[in-house]
């Protein structure tokens, strides 16, 4: 058996983990192992449990309620068979790493959850486990740094290199990760019109517009836009999409045009744009609804890359090989090292800068085309909440525009906003639906917390149950204007078995938390008395804490219990599902 090879699995939904893993086998290939990455439905239990990988590295997010990515479900399911010897991983020696948000009451249970069974199958942890929360002042970053030296450290201590050898120095550039070729061989073609390109995705659904409207007030600051469409067909043979309250639907957003053409043009690559090109299986296997037809370097940068991140350590890490000015390799350098990641988000994060931005800013870098792959993050897919009652084959979203102006003074828009904000009626989307673990009961009342866009899935719930009994729904909806951002109001008054208590807080309403205990009694009889369940949805942060403490609060003063006993009570639910949390950054 080989040792010095080293298999990291990620479990992710917005990409995160991925980029993570893809740091660790730059470390890892650094101390002269041989990294292969790969998501964890791409690999098998057979392949961890008699591949040539002695060493073995997991970096997942926690989804839900302490839930595994999607891309993880498959090999969850293996790992958990009854039947499997203590014995199975016995010759691994792993280590892991979560990404979590602690706003969430099961924070990091995913990678928990890995690590433990893991364990349970014999192997050996070489490095202790680490936790990232979203919520530190630093972000993730502060807790990933410390493991990755912790874990490179105990890599080299149990496999040392040979006499002699030195691990490759962070100044010496790494070959790329991921194979790219441009086929010159072939005859030059044209890319293809870009949304025509972007339906041959093999593994995706076609959608057909039908309706695209912006549902706040045009002098409102935020826009938010009613996107419904209809699944269209490939063929008599394909199935129908049904789908349930809880559910979400994925979009797969394509990159401007204009601003494709303009990094094309800065990096002289426009002789070699449009050829089509190979790449390797790894890579494919990384790309979520599969990869457009005719792949060429542009439509790789259109539908596949993402140029409007803000760029991270790791893509400083290997660009500032490629600059050729002196004062703009420090630059960048200094921005992929640990004493600079100050200056990093002050150039980058604060003022959101994108890695379009970036690299057009240097102008002396030059990134090769064969490191395109290994430089830009994949574009991922971005998941909206169904708001619409379970049906078939219609599908209906409430999607908040992402656009801002930054301290330089710039507009920043979502690179999927900015797309969805162009669809018109009669317009073809790529979108894929993903089932939830979200299970409701009939027969019991049901409490809603929901500020802004957060409603979506409500309404699903909502127009879902309004059909089926007649048990008691209570919503509590926080916006700031009655008149400006008070969505689907008009849909409330069709439902009899529901109350609405609204939050506006620009008109001295408060928000949805003061409301709760505004209405305590109420909302304690529906939880203690009604056995309601509850299930907030919104951003992450400041709220749902703030909801959590008043539930606590209400269950001690109505139940007649300690702080500790209501906290008690409150985790009770939670094991039970009876209090649901999905909440977004």
Partial sequence: METRRILILYGTETGNSQDYAEIVAKICQRLRFTAVVKGMDDCTLGEIAEGEAPFIVFVCSTTGQGELPRNAHKLWRQLLRKRLPPTLFSGLRFSSFGLGDSSYPRFNWAIRKIHKRVSQLGAKEFATRGEGDEQHSEGTDAHFDSWLKNMAESLLELCPLPQGVDPIPEDELLPPRYSFEILKNKVKRASGEPKAVAMTRPDVSLGVVRENRRMTSEDHFQDVQFLSFDLEKKDADEPDIAYSPGDTVALYPSNNEQEVDLLIRHQGWSDVADYPVSVNEEFENAIPGGLVKPLTLRNLLIHHLDITAIPRRSFFATVWHFASGERERERLQEFSTLDGLQDLFD???????????????????????????????????????????????????????????????????????????????????????????????????????????????MRSLILTRNE??????????????????????????????????????????????????????????????????????????????????????????????????????????????????????
């Avoid at 057009?360 to 395109?372: K, N």
């Avoid at 951002?485 to 938390?513: I, N």
């Avoid at 942060?541 to 109505?558: D, F, L, S």
């Fill in 468 to 585: 089926k009994t007649d048990e008691k729904m209570l919503l509590f909806f926080g916006c700031r204007f009655a008149s400006k951002d008070y969505l689907f109001e008009e849909d409330w008054k069709k439902v009899d078995s529901l109350d609405v208590v609204c939050a506006f807080s620009r008109e001295g309403g408060g928000y949805v938390q003061n409301k709760l205990y505004a209405e305590r009694e109420t909302v304690g009889d529906l939880i203690v008395n009604q056995n309601a369940s509850i299930y907030l949805c919104g951003s992450s942060g400041r709220m749902p804490r703030e909801v959590r403490i008043t539930i606590v609060a209400i269950i001690k003063e109505v139940a007649g219990l300690t702080t500790e006993g209501a906290e008690e009570y409150l985790k009770e639910m939670e094991v039970t599902g009876r209090y649901l949390q999905e909440t977004w950054s």
């Fill in 347 to 457: 150039y980058a994060n604060r003022p959101r800068r994108s890695i379009l931005e970036t690299i057009t800013e240097f102008d002396t870098l030059r990134i090769p085309v064969e490191y395109v792959l290994d430089v830009l993050p994949i574009l991922r897919s971005r998941l909206f909440s169904l708001a619409s009652p379970e049906q078939t084959n219609h599908f209906e979203l409430a999607i908040a525009i992402v656009k801002y102006k930054t301290i330089l003074r710039r507009i920043r828009r979502g690179v999927c906003t900015r797309w969805v904000e162009t669809l018109q009626n009669g317009d073809a989307i790529p979108f894929t639906v993903h089932k939830s673990s979200f299970a409701q009961n009939l027969d019991k009342p049901i409490l809603m917390i929901s500020p802004g866009t957060g409603v979506a899935p």
